[in-house]
């Protein structure tokens, strides 16, 4: 069954916001750290962003500090992946995912750490 789910994904222009929203059904989500990845043609799934089960803790990947923020709603079970001032290089699919661990610990930044994967959604970032 469908554990996670993105929306939100569309084309976009260099410098517009957009913000992707993940739909939880697992029954643990408010348990699990969440993380955002993301995936261009002929490259490897790169970290974006991670939170804590809490919300208390977030980390970014360094192609992101300081444009995207991630956040979470646990009563709703979603996440969020917030992009401002968007640039081609931002042009992938982007993938949430949980892991059963409340804290960002360990290899968080790497898509072994997380057990639940989204299908994905396209953003498109056109110059």
């Known amino acids: 069954q469908v554990q996670l789910e993105e929306y939100g994904g569309r084309l976009a222009q260099a410098g517009d916001s957009l913000r992707l929203d993940c739909a939880a059904s697992?029954?643990?989500?408010?348990?699990?750290?969440v993380g955002w990845f993301r995936q261009a043609p002929g490259k490897e799934r790169e970290f974006v962003a991670a939170?804590?089960?809490?919300?208390?803790?977030?980390e970014y990947g360094d192609a992101v500090q300081g444009r995207f923020t991630i956040t979470r709603d646990n009563a709703k079970k979603m996440t969020y992946l917030h992009m401002g001032n968007l640039k081609p290089e931002d042009t992938a699919v982007y993938y949430c995912?949980?892991?059963?661990?409340?804290?960002?610990?360990?290899?968080?930044?790497?898509?072994?750490?997380?057990?639940?994967w989204g299908q994905g959604t396209q953003v498109t970032v056109s110059s």
């Open positions: 697992l029954r643990t989500f408010g348990s699990c750290s």
């Open positions: 939170m804590s089960a809490s919300g208390g803790t977030t």
């Open positions: 995912a949980a892991r059963p661990d409340l804290y960002l610990t360990g290899n968080f930044r790497q898509r072994v750490a997380y057990t639940y």
